[in-house]
């Protein structure tokens, strides 16, 4: 299972990082940074794996199965879906 960590920045950024194989990720973005991450994790090769995500307090609040499939989702791209009634 790969732990992927959030916090925030002073321009209410939030920072998503991770460490594989000695290396540490780090994105950040106004939303979605887990998300992101997931992409810039699969496009290193990372392999595939559940992920837990953390929120800055240290617990976790979420998990899910598959690091490929939690990068394919957009907020962005869903706000719109949600605004155009798609």
């Keep these: 299972m790969l732990d992927i960590y959030l916090n925030t920045k002073f321009n209410n950024q939030w ?3 991770a460490t594989v194989n ?3 990720y780090r994105v950040s973005s106004y939303m979605g940074a887990s998300n992101k ?3 810039l994790l699969q496009r290193e090769g990372i ?3 559940p992920i837990k995500i953390h ?3 240290g617990s976790d609040f979420m ?3 598959s690091l490929y499939d939690w ?3 957009n907020y962005q791209e ?3 879906k949600y605004q155009l009634g798609e």
Aim: a neutral charge; proline letters at 4%; glycine letters at 4%.
């Design 78 to 80: 869903e706000l719109r």
């Design 15 to 17: 920072i998503a990082t």
């Design 71 to 73: 990068g394919t989702f």
């Design 55 to 57: 929120n800055p307090s």
């Design 37 to 39: 991450l997931a992409r």
């Design 22 to 24: 000695n290396r540490t």
């Design 63 to 65: 998990s899910y199965s």
């Design 47 to 49: 392999e595939d794996q």
